[in-house]
């Protein structure tokens, strides 16, 4: 456990009964070991998760174009790291995984244009309080139900970005160790 | 009902619910589930909140309710919460009896009749041996309070929790029934169960070890959440055991016990309470 986490990761032997399907011997997410303190939250919790993140009818480059850019804007060192290697292994290259990371408007000139739509769909949703300005473009490169899952993927996002960054979840060795093989 | 009244029916889920009504206790027995003893911090479950969860209890199918500890005697206020638990279901409740002299024992005598009964503990007919386990003067205090509960009419059966059941000296149990028989409890009132290797007795490297796979599920609330099992929330090193946490919701008690009905319903064919704990 590291300085900065707030609450112990519960270990495998000491899982509780509703937490134990998400444990893995290969290793298994602090998001999970931490939820598993209360494990009724945890069995709704992780299920919503794979349905909002995990694959889907969009994409999931374009999926992980969306959550690394919120991570980014949230700050949020744990998503950040871990959705970088994510989106590496869904067909984004370092520089575009960098591009998200900086999140600049030159940056994001390598995208295509049904991307740079998305990206300020995202920084237009996760970037103010209050109404949200309409995409005037968005819906030239994605039908309803694509901003609809789009615009919960975003929303989904900010909140484990808060869940992470509050209780300080650690990023684990292997991704740090892939992100630097990567020059990330 | 649903599904909770049903797996209860089927026989999947104990149909006693338990709720720890405190952890402290004026003891520190060698193999304490809990590491209870009178200095550890006491996470009460008050009197409403009980009632509370019997009432529900029933209307969700539960046949009966247990009270357990720490030593709930402890609680002043507990001879009168039986009573009211005897008027929503049959109630079982786990003492040292250590207590039960003067005041408290005359504080127990409205229970004479009711469908209360006190489940107490004890170890051996050997008072040394019994004390080794228990502490100093246990025995003597116990095999006092025994009768006298019997005499008042107040329902009492006694527990006995073993190394190795099995490997007992059948001479020393002969001894051990020919005592609570003399005392006022019949056969039918007296268990032998084995020591759970869970909190203290890990520590002094005593018991089995058990699992969700190994033991009746009965739902069990605590201060702390609800529990597969009265054997679930131990304590070793001062830490509460999650491993057979079922919700830390507890209110209203059917979100723990649509839980655990779901639990004892996923789980694999041919799983059965093997060991017979209680």
Request: aromatic letters at 4%; glycine letters at 8%; proline letters at 6%.
């Amino acid at each position: 456990m590291t300085s900065r986490q707030l609450v112990r990761p519960l270990a495998a032997p000491q899982a509780p009964l509703l937490a134990r399907p998400y444990y893995s011997e290969q290793g298994t997410s602090p998001i999970v070991t931490s939820l598993a303190h209360v494990p009724e939250a945890l069995a709704v919790t992780m299920p919503f998760i794979a349905t909002v993140l995990g694959p889907s009818a969009i994409g999931a480059r374009t999926k992980e174009l969306a959550i690394l850019r919120t991570s980014a804007r949230l700050g949020c060192e744990y998503c950040v790291a871990t959705h970088s290697v994510v989106a590496l292994d869904s067909g984004c290259t370092a520089a575009e995984v960098r591009a998200l990371r900086v999140g600049t408007d030159e940056s994001d000139a390598i995208f295509s244009a049904a991307e740079r739509a998305l990206l300020r769909w995202v920084d237009a949703v996760i970037g103010a309080t209050g109404a949200v300005a309409p995409a005037a473009d968005l819906a030239a490169h994605y039908d309803e139900a694509e901003i609809v899952e789009l615009t919960l993927l975003c929303a989904a996002t900010l909140m484990l970005n808060r869940y992470c960054t509050a209780l300080g979840l650690p990023v684990s060795a292997a991704t740090v160790e892939r992100l630097a093989a990567e020059g990330l | 009902m649903g599904s909770v009244a049903d797996a209860i029916a089927n026989g999947g889920m104990g149909g006693r619910l338990w709720l720890y009504s405190n952890y402290h206790c004026n003891l520190s027995c060698s193999y304490c589930l809990t590491e209870s003893s009178p200095g550890v911090r006491r996470r009460v479950l008050d009197a409403a909140a009980i009632l509370a969860r019997a009432r529900e209890a029933r209307e969700l199918g539960f046949t009966g309710v247990g009270i357990t500890g720490g030593e709930p005697f402890l609680l002043e206020w507990m001879p009168a919460l039986l009573a009211e638990l005897a008027e929503i279901l049959p109630v079982i409740v786990l003492s040292n009896a250590t207590l039960f002299t003067g005041r408290r024992l005359a504080a127990l005598e409205p229970l004479a009749g009711l469908p209360v009964r006190i489940q107490i503990s004890l170890d051996s007919a050997s008072p040394q041996e019994n004390d080794a386990m228990r502490g100093p003067e246990n025995f003597a205090k116990a095999v006092a309070a025994i009768p006298a509960l019997v005499e008042r009419g107040i329902g009492v059966r006694i527990a006995t929790t073993l190394e190795d059941p099995d490997g007992q000296d059948p001479a020393e149990r002969d001894r051990l029934c020919e005592l609570h028989r003399s005392l006022g409890v019949g056969d039918e009132d007296h268990i032998v169960r084995p020591i759970i290797r869970r909190g203290r007795a890990v520590a002094g490297d005593m018991g089995l070890a058990v699992g969700f796979d190994e033991i009746e599920p009965e739902l069990t609330i605590t201060a702390d959440g609800a529990f597969a099992s009265p054997f679930g929330p131990t304590v070793r090193a001062g830490e509460l055991d999650s491993d057979l946490l079922v919700t830390r919701t507890v209110e209203p008690l059917s979100v723990p016990a649509g839980a655990l009905a779901r639990l004892v319903g996923s789980a694999e064919s041919g799983r059965d309470a093997r060991l017979g704990i209680r």
